[in-house]
């Protein structure tokens, strides 16, 4: 009198379409639509650039108004990055090396301060290089 149960295998094919599914929408998340290209890691690496683009741009306008402290209290630009004070390595770029600065004064227009960074190589006067403009308030 032994009875034999039969386990029912209930449905399979949906829980394997499921699985799919949650693969597919996985997979969308971290490729992207278009195949890689606009996938979330390249975004978080395209955020950290921006990030330290914002982060230099706002270095830059702090920058500018400690030259135009440093006008106002010696009555003169300073000649170099050092001059100026403030904490160390305010003048590195987002790769860390010092930023170079230059000011251009033109006669009833504010004075300009360039600063110019050596880019990600880390060495002025290559292609990489990139220039950033303050107008100081004076």
Same mark, same amino acid.
């Given at each position: 009198m032994a009875r034999h149960t039969t386990e029912r295998r209930g449905n399979v094919g949906f829980g $394997? +379409? #499921?699985l799919l +599914? #949650?693969?597919a929408i996985g997979m969308i998340i971290y490729f992207g639509v278009a195949g890689g290209n *606009?996938?979330?890691v390249e975004q978080a690496a395209k955020s950290r650039e921006m990030a330290?683009? #914002?982060r230099t741009a706002v270095n830059t306008k702090q920058l500018a108004m $400690? +030259?135009?402290q440093h006008r106002e209290e010696n009555g003169r630009l300073p000649s170099s990055p050092a001059e100026v004070g403030g904490t160390r390595g305010a003048f590195n770029d987002?790769?860390?090396t010092e930023m170079r600065l230059d000011f251009v004064e033109r006669p009833g227009f504010? *004075?300009?301060v360039v600063f110019v960074s050596a880019?990600?190589?880390g060495e002025f006067g290559t292609g990489d290089d990139v220039r950033y403009e303050e107008e100081l308030p004076f």
């Amino acid at each position: 009198m032994a009875r034999h149960t039969t386990e029912r295998r209930g449905n399979v094919g949906f829980g $394997l +379409i #499921v699985l799919l +599914i #949650v693969l597919a929408i996985g997979m969308i998340i971290y490729f992207g639509v278009a195949g890689g290209n *606009t996938g979330l890691v390249e975004q978080a690496a395209k955020s950290r650039e921006m990030a330290r683009d #914002v982060r230099t741009a706002v270095n830059t306008k702090q920058l500018a108004m $400690l +030259i135009a402290q440093h006008r106002e209290e010696n009555g003169r630009l300073p000649s170099s990055p050092a001059e100026v004070g403030g904490t160390r390595g305010a003048f590195n770029d987002q790769w860390g090396t010092e930023m170079r600065l230059d000011f251009v004064e033109r006669p009833g227009f504010n *004075t300009r301060v360039v600063f110019v960074s050596a880019g990600p190589d880390g060495e002025f006067g290559t292609g990489d290089d990139v220039r950033y403009e303050e107008e100081l308030p004076f």
